[in-house]
């Protein structure tokens, strides 16, 4: 296997690098918001907050992953939520250091891994 | 013609996800105004607000749900004794959920069709330059359709607003081209570095795909 210029390993992360870390991201998300959902449910799973169709909707999977997500974005991230969704109602639930780190390196994973499929199809297509 | 698929399947999923919130508010406001939170004259307007709301978000996928019925027949008030009122709303929930994840399957299942459709290309060629670019094609399809789908979701959760048919249709398409046009970009990739490294081997794809 050789590996010569810059735009072969632009390349690699393209077709190996994206799709692992992203089944990866999504192993750990139905993990975290397992995790969560046991401690957001009762606060949070019900009205004003998400309305009687979303509870029905997003209770099974794979609907479940945009609540899993909710939740993971809420505890990483609270001030972006308590503006919208979960308006002024700051959870009585504190997350542990380690889960909020987990939740925060999960979005900013997430955000990174979206932000640089732009990037590498314009350097791909800047340098061959 | 997968990927278009792909986009209609993602239409509908989104559509119905994302609008099954509006059909429950009106049994909310049918049991605020039975409890007397508010007027008939109230329920009355907020009802015909909603509906039309949901008319424009619902677009022509309304035909797969309700078929050629309008949704004010749909979705109403059932005057039968012994039968919930709010029954024929609870249905009309129900069916968009049941259709939602009959269509997110059937996103999953053409992915898988797709792979196969590679598969069964990579089977049919004995030219290992032609079996990597299939495969190099897939893994960046793949990879374009997956990191779309992670950005309409992160999207959905931070707006935390409903998607109209319009909006779906857009996404499905979107993901649609991101994949074709990452696969595309792909191919190109290893055409161009000169065919060196060969993928269907190392990942044992060509045993796989005899």
């Known amino acids: ?128 | 013609m997968l990927g278009a698929g792909a986009a209609s399947v993602t239409m509908v999923d989104k559509t119905f996800k994302t609008n099954t919130p509006l059909v429950a508010n009106i049994a909310e406001i049918y049991n605020d105004f039975k409890s007397g939170k508010i007027t008939k004259g109230q329920y009355d307007g907020q009802r015909k607000k909603i509906l039309s709301k949901l008319k424009a978000k619902l677009g022509p996928t309304n035909l797969l749900l309700n078929g050629t019925k309008p949704l004010n027949e749909v979705i109403r008030i059932s005057r039968k004794k012994g039968k919930k009122p709010t029954k024929n709303i609870a249905q009309q929930v129900k069916r968009m959920g049941k259709l939602s994840k009959l269509a997110s399957r059937g996103g999953v299942l053409l992915s898988v069709a797709g792979l196969g459709v590679s598969c069964y290309a990579i089977a049919n060629t004995d030219e290992k330059t032609e079996k990597n670019e299939i495969l190099i094609e897939s893994l960046g399809g793949l990879a374009g359709g997956l990191v779309y789908g992670a950005a309409a979701t992160l999207t959905i959760v931070i707006m935390a607003t409903p998607v109209g048919w319009v909006g779906a249709l857009v996404i499905g398409i979107g993901g649609a081209l991101t994949g074709a046009g990452t696969g595309y970009a792909a191919k190109n990739w290893y055409t161009t570095s000169g065919n060196k490294i060969d993928f269907a081997k190392i990942t044992k794809v060509d045993q796989l795909c005899k």
């Open chain 1, 1 to 128: 296997m050789q590996i010569t210029s810059f735009t072969d390993v632009l390349g690699l992360v393209l077709i190996a690098g994206l799709p692992i870390t992203l089944i990866f991201l999504i192993v750990v998300q139905h993990i975290l918001g397992f995790v969560l959902s046991k401690k957001y449910d009762a606060t949070y799973f019900k009205e004003p907050y998400f309305t009687n169709g979303e509870v029905e909707s997003y209770s099974s999977w794979p609907l479940s992953l945009l609540r899993y997500a909710t939740y993971i974005v809420f505890t990483g991230f609270p001030k972006i939520l308590l503006k919208r969704r979960f308006k002024g109602h700051a959870s009585e639930f504190i997350p542990s250091l380690r889960i909020k780190l987990i939740c925060q390196i999960w979005v900013i994973s997430l955000v990174i891994c979206i932000l640089s499929l732009p990037v590498i199809l314009l350097l791909m297509s800047t340098l061959s």
